[in-house]
């Protein structure tokens, strides 16, 4: 497990100027493309709308959803939709996952987390592995939230460690006892699997 920077009481504005620095860290390394890979749920999308106001060359950013809904973009609880309304006006290409999708390097893998220690939609009962062949995966939750009771399609542990490095937004003191005791060891859920098999820069807001 990597040293990992947890940074606390970080407001959406200190996430956002943090983002935008290392987007352009990370384009300034290369001439061409880079692609990022950011989660759905409430948490990031008003940090979206901040980033989508601030100058970054975004016509060199692809933009991945971690997980979404298996519903039209159309949706309420489309996360490609979402994603989509607020950074393609602003230039960035907006790639929509699919179960045949095949996914690149990611500069940045933003993800989320939810109280039962899942990631992206790798809830605990998918059982996720960290040498999984897939890069994509279709998905059932186990019991399916009520706020979203959908098949979901999700990056595997493999595919979000593709990445040069990571980052998670966490809100709450449950949840922050959950990515305690993933990063000390004290159960394996599907976070605490991930943080065992990264090697490159973990950094969490909490």
């Known amino acids: 497990m990597p040293k990992i ?8 504005k200190a996430i956002a100027e943090w983002f935008a620095q290392r987007l352009q860290a990370a384009l300034s390394l290369t001439s061409d493309e880079i692609a990022i890979t950011v989660p759905g749920g409430s948490t990031p999308f008003p940090i979206f709308d901040l980033l989508a106001k601030m100058d970054l060359p975004w016509h060199r950013i692809a933009v991945w959803p971690g997980d979404d809904r298996i519903v039209e973009e159309e949706h309420p609880a489309s996360n490609i939709g979402k994603i989509r309304a607020r950074l393609e006006p602003v230039g960035a290409q907006i790639v929509p996952l699919t179960e045949d999708a095949q996914p690149p390097h990611f500069a940045i893998a933003w993800l989320g987390m939810g109280g039962d220690g899942h990631i992206a939609s790798l809830f605990p009962n998918t059982d996720p592995q960290v040498n999984d062949r897939h890069a994509v995966r279709r998905l059932t939750p186990d019991p399916l939230p009520p706020e979203a009771p959908f098949d979901r399609v999700s ?39 991930l943080l065992g098999a990264a090697r490159h820069k973990v950094t969490c807001f909490c």
């Open 155 to 193: 990056l595997t542990i493999p595919a979000l460690l593709d990445s040069d490095e990571i980052m998670f937004v966490i809100r709450g003191a449950d949840k922050r006892a959950v990515l305690d005791g993933a990063i000390k060891g004290e159960h394996d859920l599907p976070v605490a699997r």
């Open 5 to 12: 920077q947890i940074i606390e009481n970080a407001d959406d």
